[in-house]
DNA sequence: CGTTCGATTGAATGTATTCAATGGATGTGG
DNA sequence: CCACATCCATTGAATACATTCAATCGAACG
């Protein structure tokens, strides 16, 4: 919607212009305000003031960079800052490109909550851009947790991701190359939208055409192909790292877009979201 | 494994055959001690008795009856004690059959926790074939969840819930028809193994092939082909309602099936699995 | 006995993949 | 500044995979 503070510009990421700040004594200052966007800006005040004071750790990573395997212990979860995050499953068929990209994490998203009540995870994450996260110890998380409010809330963050998870299923599973990139791209756009990283119909898409083809499960040449199609549409754009919405309704309705499985808050004081 | 109860045959489920047990006054007599058996049968056995005192009731449902629909308001969370359930999503497409489970669940399965921390659903439950349920209301639930380990294994269940759901976008995904079959004939063998519904290398599956085909993506006349080509190379064969497994190894195999998605207790002797 | 439901098969079509090649953009070193 | 390499987008052609339509078949059921 408005003009966007300067962090968040459509033109390469701030990343390296944020000033990493040296992990302090009283906790807080390692987050701002603007950290508090998203599906983390869902989060009661109260509780995310209590969860930023236990961040321990304020961390940069380039992009492609891992941050955890399948199956080694985790003892922290991380909130994406700012960038983009994936989980993939990796399988062991003789297939050429044996990867899937199950989870897209923008700012505001827990990437690995999941973590938390399981111990280890099954699949690997990393990011795909430059990314800033934030680390917050589980032992930590759980004292906050003794508060019921305060763990059903986290709770709630993970029931989202797996309605996600099902809609990609979904998506991978019933929906046509053509519908599935479009339906991939209103979803982008929405999210980013909830995270304030948007200006008007565009908004910042740091992903190869292959990235593109590992979240939708085709390969790269036919996103290649479907995108031109989109494009000569005239339906959306991705140019540069930049996806550009020219026809948001026509978009959505080739993908026969509903975003309720976003949960979306109701309120639209809650976020800046007006038309969705 | 051993010969089962007479309850757990594979011939015909004996839904009709159990008591209904009119709502009595002391909770506990609604569940009885075989209804502790697969995912719920890893919760210890303090919460189970908990959870199993609040049961408000136990209900039957024939085949391929609606629980509940996306957007509703749930108010209690059904455990699933005997039968097969679903979790699909229907698109807006002009498909002629957009239609995808999302999910399966198995006895011992809680079909509907996610609606707890969520409030209302993305998606449709209904039964496949009848089956038995154990309705839990969620202030009952969330009174028990004051006590932190407890909310931390109720959680922990809608996790693998979500594991399960990124292992079955990436079968959708990425694996080719065979390999899909496969994968999910592997994954039932071992959830009705966990939940103790099986007689050697056999166990009931009462799906015909279009709800297979539903639950992989593919058209229900190329599952037919798959499963022939399946059964042709001697490794499983699915007949009146339930499947043999003739070549575990190699069926697994050609899935590429790595069973770590679906976070089974480590210790022999927690659930009676013993070649996994 | 006819009906229905599900499994099965064939044939034609459509959709997506793979292989291979080109081209633009960017970056690097001589 | 040019030669060269790299990365990614793009396109064509051949092939593989899966869907759709249509028909048959067997078992179960009234």
Known sequence: MMAMEPRHTLEGSSIGAVNP???GRTGHNLLTKDDHVGMVGQLPDDLWRQVSEVCSEVRMLGPREE???AGEPITHSALLLDGLMARYLSGT????DNLLTVALHVPGDFVDLHGLPLGRLDHDVRTVTAARIALFPHEALEAIMVNTEYARALWR???VDAAIHRHWTYRCGRLRA???VADFLCEMDLRMRMCDRHEGDRFPLKLMQSDIAEVSGLSTVH???VMKELRDAGLCTVKDGVAHIHDRDKLRQIAGFDP???YLPASPSANPLNGL
């Open 21 to 23: 700040v040296p992990n």
């Open 67 to 69: 941050l955890s395997k």
């Open 93 to 96: 068929t003789g297939l050429s």
């Open 157 to 159: 963050l993970t029931m």
């Open 178 to 180: 053509l519908a599935s």
């Open 223 to 225: 996103v290649n192909r």
């Open 260 to 262: 309720g499985y976003l």
